[in-house]
T-cell receptor, first 114, second 113 residues
């Protein structure tokens, strides 16, 4: 069965520093990988996805993610974090086009201090 | 453009009362529809999903049910709410013809008292 793991419950960084949120996945075939962000009392917002192609994917709000097949990872990165990036981040995987369901990680709370 | 509407935004209900949460989608046909619950602002629990009218798959047996009376309408219901039903409920859709993930509604904060 497909799954993702987010090993860190919380990530704290200073504004202006690089931000990395880690995600590893497990699927039997080629993964479709996603990152979402959730602000308090809001629905999840799509940040970026990897389906195929370049391993470095660029998304919304200056975020990017690197797909690493050998390490089965899909870490989310931002070169210079903003206080407004403070939120809950979810990694998700879909096992192929015929699969109807996304499997979500447990989420990582990012706090960016001024 | 594709949009999703979910209401109400907040709801306070007494134990034993019924529940009906509604979700509608615009701008797409035959979407895959999903109900999630999020407890304590953390992980997402898939409750139900539907790939067509009248087709409902339940992921977790519990006090809730779901229905899809129309192509772009998804309803979450309960006959008698429990305290443990409190949480943040999220509806989502996926365009079955695309390679994309989900688009989420804005959520309903349910408090059972």
């Amino acid at each position: 069965a497909q799954s993702v793991a987010q090993p860190e419950d919380q990530v704290n960084v200073a504004e202006g520093n690089p931000l990395t949120v880690k995600c590893t996945y497990s699927v039997s075939g080629n993964p479709y990988l996603f990152w979402y962000v959730q602000y308090p009392n809001r629905g999840l917002q799509f940040l970026l996805k990897y389906i195929t192609g370049d391993n470095l994917v660029k998304g919304s709000y200056g975020f990017e993610a690197e797909f690493n097949k050998s390490q089965t990872s899909f870490h989310l990165k931002k070169p210079s974090a903003l206080v407004s990036d403070s939120a809950l981040y979810f990694c998700a995987v879909r096992e192929g086009f015929g699969d109807y369901k996304l499997s979500f990680g447990a989420g990582t709370t990012v706090t960016v201090r001024a | 453009s594709q949009t999703i509407h979910q209401w109400p935004a907040t709801l306070v209900q007494p134990v034993g009362s019924p529940l009906s949460l509604e979700c509608t989608v615009e701008g797409t046909s035959n979407p895959n529809l999903y109900w999630y619950r999020q407890a304590a602002g953390r992980g997402l629990q898939l409750l139900f999903y539907s790939v067509g009218i009248g087709q409902i798959s339940s992921e977790v047996p519990q006090n809730l049910s779901a229905s899809r009376p129309q192509d772009r309408q998804f309803i979450l219901s309960s006959k008698k709410l429990l305290l443990s039903d409190s949480g943040f409920y999220l509806c989502a859709f996926q365009d079955g013809a695309s390679w994309d993930g989900y688009t989420f509604g804005s959520g309903t904060r349910l408090t059972v008292v």
